[in-house]
């Protein structure tokens, strides 16, 4: 089990960078991403509910960090690729840069929302309450908020320029949660347990964690790749609405 | 200024305000001033000021000091700073059905008011799990958490 899922790790890892770094294997890479992501997601929930043991203090109740820990992981990553694609887009102006950064803020917000639901849900058997105003709790609030305020914003700007930058701008500025919630947990007192590292969980939970961060980084590899070409494609129809029609002429026949 | 020129300043002013606003929540005194909870020595140093203020109190639940109710609908206890046992202790009167992990010797935060009694008050008990993830022991069964939900209804 350990070496199946450290040989899946690398697969993932080396389609992501060649998605990255050949950009002509851009059309089919996503679709293996796809299947691997495809498969890894249900074998992933079968080992996390019936593979793995239980644990002693929690009984069965703590399998949902399965779920809850590669989605929150999945929705900083994306929160991520927005704050590098807004400083992009600040540095040197481009469509791509642009779109990628609608699709980081989105796709993170849906994973954000989706893992602060799952944590919840965790939180009512285990802390006997669904909510409470610790540290890590409200600065993870806090970052939905910026982000669903960062997406409202490109929704009120029409003029795509001054759209892509005044965004760019609060990407760049709302970046500053992401290492907070990271960190609330050691910076503060909280109700929040700290980050497990592997000496702190049993191997054979370990492993199964690692699965599913595999499968959900597959997942959000496929989902940003698409609402990245959806933004893009938004883009270019804006861009080239004033020119778009066609040029009247004999140049159209040629 | 060219726009792309404009907007690298722009990122400039942007990256710094953004550092800057990091460095002071990282490295600022504002953990000192924004606390989660007290625990029970900081809660006994503020003297007289932490009677009244509903406040959180956090801490381990000292070994051999819980007592229930005779119905089980409330709960005693002293929340201690550690598990040493000469560290400073407040006893906690709590009327909320614990969660089922409720134990000697668990973390906890519950939320409540100091009388001048020097007892805890609380409505509002929150248990908190650590980082460490382990099968049961041999022949150990896992903690029934339905079971325990089950009753904590049926006593309601």
């Known amino acids: 089990m350990l070496y199946v899922t450290i040989a899946l790790f690398a697969l993932a890892v080396g389609l992501f960078a060649l998605h990255l770094f050949w950009a002509k294997a851009r059309g089919w890479v996503w679709k293996a991403v796809a299947v691997l992501g495809g498969a890894m997601l249900p074998a992933g929930a079968y080992f996390g509910l019936s593979w793995a043991p239980s644990e002693q203090d929690m009984g069965e109740v703590y399998r949902i960090i399965f779920v809850h820990v590669p989605m929150v992981w999945a929705a900083l990553l994306a929160l991520v690729v927005n704050f590098v694609a807004s400083a992009a887009y600040l540095f040197k102006r481009s469509w791509t840069s642009d779109s990628l950064g609608e699709a980081g803020a989105e796709v993170g917000v849906v994973f954000g929302v989706v893992g602060l639901l799952l944590g919840s849900i965790w939180g009512r058997p285990t802390w006997g309450v669904w909510w409470d105003w610790d540290p890590r709790l409200t600065t993870t609030a806090i970052m939905l908020v910026l982000y669903t305020g960062y997406l409202a914003l490109r929704k009120f700007v029409d003029d795509p320029e001054k759209r892509a930058t005044w965004s760019a701008v609060v990407g760049v500025i709302a970046a500053v949660d992401l290492p907070i919630v990271w960190f609330s947990v050691r910076w503060w007192k909280s109700i929040h347990q700290v980050q497990s590292n592997p000496k702190t969980i049993d191997r054979s939970m370990f492993v199964v964690l690692v699965f599913n961060v595999v499968a959900f980084m597959c997942a959000l590899f496929v989902y940003l790749w698409h609402r990245f070409l959806i933004a893009k494609a938004a883009r270019a129809r804006e861009v080239a609405l004033p020119s778009a029609l066609p040029p009247a002429g004999p140049q159209e026949a040629a | ?156």
């Open chain 2, 1 to 156: 200024m060219t726009p792309g020129a404009r907007n690298r300043f722009i990122l400039a002013v942007a990256l710094l305000v953004a550092a800057g606003a990091l460095a002071f929540i990282a490295f600022g005194d504002i953990g000192k001033n924004l606390v989660y909870y007290w625990s029970p020595s900081e809660m006994l140093a503020q003297g007289e000021r932490a009677f009244g203020p509903t406040i959180r109190l956090g801490g381990v639940v000292q070994p051999g000091s819980v007592e229930w109710s005779a119905q089980k609908t409330s709960v005693k206890f002293r929340v201690a700073d550690s598990h040493k046992s000469e560290s400073a202790s407040v006893v906690v009167h709590c009327e909320q059905t614990p969660p089922q992990m409720f134990r000697e010797g668990i973390g906890v935060v519950v939320e409540g008011t100091l009388d001048k009694s020097q007892v805890f008050k609380s409505k509002r008990l929150m248990v908190n799990h650590s980082n460490e993830y382990r099968p049961p022991k041999e022949g150990e069964k896992p903690a029934d958490w339905k079971g325990s939900v089950s009753e904590a209804a049926e006593q309601k």
